[in-house]
C-alpha cells in the first residue's frame, strides 16, 4: 500500500488514508448559518474517499467573519445544520473537521466575486479589532486595538465555539492562526505593536495562541485531535519567519497539540510570494523534522505521485489539498488507481469503479 493511502491515527481517531480536504471559504451563508451548498460541497469530497473533511474558516463571533457569507458557530442555532453535514460525512468513512477562526482586521470585506474590499457600515460592514490600529490596506479604516476586555472575549468566545463543535459531532478541531487573520496578526511584529503582555517579544506575541488553547483543551476531548495551521513565515522583512515558527511548533507540541498545518503569507499585502508546485513543503519538512510534531503540507499539490513522494520522504505526514478538491472531488479514487491502491468505493458508485 501507498504512503498516500495508508491510515494515520491520532489519539482516538483514525484517518483512513492522508488526503484531507483544506478548509476553504464558501462565502455561501447567512448570518454564519449553514445550508444545502455546504451539505453538499463537504458531503460530496467525503464521498470521494478524502479521509479528512476540514470545514472552512468558522467564526467565532459574528465581527469574526471574513465576509458576510462567513460560516459561524457562535450561535447555539448554528449547531443544527452543522450536525446533519458531519452526520453524513461520517457515514462516508471520512472524519469531519472544523477550522476555528476570527479575522480580526481583515474582517468585515465583501465576497471575492463582490471585489474583496473593505464593508463600509452603510453597505453590511462593522468595526474590526486587532492587536494595534493598523488597517491591511492603507485605505481601510483601522481596527480597534484590543483591550484585556476585548483579548479575555476572544479567548471566551475560541473556547465557547469549541463546546458547539463537540455538541455538532466534530471530531477535529483547527485553530486558524494564519493567513493575516486575527491570531497571525498577534504572532507577527509587523502587525503587532503593543507594548503589554501581548506585543513585543516572542513570547508575548505567541501569548494569545496559547491561552486560546488552553480555554479549548478545557473543553475539547483530550482523546480529540487539536490543529492549529499556521504561517510558517510572511514573505516580508521584518516578520514571523520560520525560525520563530519551529520554535512555536515545539512549545504547542508540549501544548498537546497534534499537528501542524503548514501555510504561508497573507499577513500583509506588499508580501513577494513565490508561489510554485508544493512551495510550502519545505516548511512542512523542516517544522517536522526540527519540532518533532506531526505537520500537514499544504500548497500546490496536485498529482498523486507529487503527493506520495512528499509522505515517503517524510516531509508531512498529511497532505491538505484545496484548489485540487476543488477540481476533483473524487481525487481520492483517481490517485489510488494511479498509485495501484485498492481503496473502498461507497456501494453506490461500485459499478464504476
Not at 474590499?117 to 460592514?125: T, Y
Not at 493598523?134 to 476572544?154: H, M, N, S, T, Y
Request: with cysteine.
Amino acid at each position: 500500500m501507498s504512503e498516500l493511502f495508508s491510515p494515520l491515527i491520532i489519539k482516538d481517531i483514525t484517518f483512513r488514508n492522508r488526503i484531507a480536504v483544506s478548509p476553504m471559504c464558501m462565502y455561501s451563508a447567512i448570518d454564519g448559518f449553514a445550508n444545502d451548498w455546504h451539505l453538499v460541497h463537504l458531503g460530496s469530497r467525503a464521498v470521494g474517499g478524502a479521509g479528512l473533511i476540514m470545514q472552512e474558516a468558522t467564526a467565532v463571533a459574528a465581527e469574526g467573519r471574513i465576509s458576510p457569507g462567513d460560516l459561524g458557530i457562535y450561535k447555539d442555532t448554528h449547531i443544527e445544520m452543522l450536525q446533519r453535514i458531519v452526520s453524513f460525512i461520517h457515514l462516508q468513512g471520512a472524519v469531519a473537521g472544523i477550522q476555528l477562526a476570527h479575522a480580526g482586521r481583515k474582517a468585515s470585506c465583501a465576497r471575492p466575486w463582490e471585489g474583496g474590499k473593505q464593508l463600509s457600515k452603510e453597505n453590511g460592514g462593522w468595526s474590526t479589532v486587532a492587536p494595534s490600529t493598523l488597517g491591511f490596506f492603507p485605505d481601510d479604516v483601522a481596527p480597534r486595538a484590543l483591550d484585556e476586555k476585548g483579548l479575555q472575549k476572544i479567548i471566551s468566545d475560541f473556547k465557547m465555539a469549541a463546546q458547539r463543535t463537540l455538541k455538532a459531532g466534530y471530531k477535529v478541531i483547527e485553530i486558524h492562526a494564519a493567513h493575516g487573520y486575527l491570531i497571525h496578526q498577534f504572532l507577527s511584529p509587523l502587525s503587532n505593536h503593543r507594548i503589554d503582555n501581548y506585543g513585543g517579544n516572542f513570547e508575548n506575541r505567541i501569548r494569545l495562541l496559547l491561552e486560546i488553547i488552553d480555554a479549548i483543551k478545557e473543553v475539547w476531548p483530550q482523546n480529540f485531535p487539536l490543529f492549529v495551521r499556521t504561517s510558517a513565515t510572511d514573505w516580508a522583512e521584518g516578520g514571523w519567519n520560520i525560525e520563530e515558527m519551529v520554535k512555536l511548533a515545539s512549545i504547542l507540541k508540549q501544548k498537546s497539540v497534534d499537528l501542524i498545518d503548514c501555510s504561508s503569507g497573507g499577513l500583509v499585502s506588499h508580501a513577494k510570494i513565490p508561489v510554485g508546485p508544493g512551495f510550502q513543503v519545505p516548511f512542512a519538512d523542516r517544522i517536522k523534522n526540527e519540532a518533532g510534531i506531526l505537520t500537514g503540507a499544504v500548497g500546490l499539490i496536485t498529482e498523486a505521485k507529487q503527493a506520495e513522494d512528499i509522505l515517503q520522504k517524510k516531509q508531512a505526514d498529511l497532505i491538505f489539498m484545496a484548489r485540487e478538491s476543488l477540481r476533483d472531488p473524487y481525487f481520492a479514487f483517481n490517485a489510488a488507481k494511479l498509485l495501484e491502491d485498492n481503496i473502498e468505493w461507497p456501494l453506490q458508485y461500485i459499478r464504476a469503479k
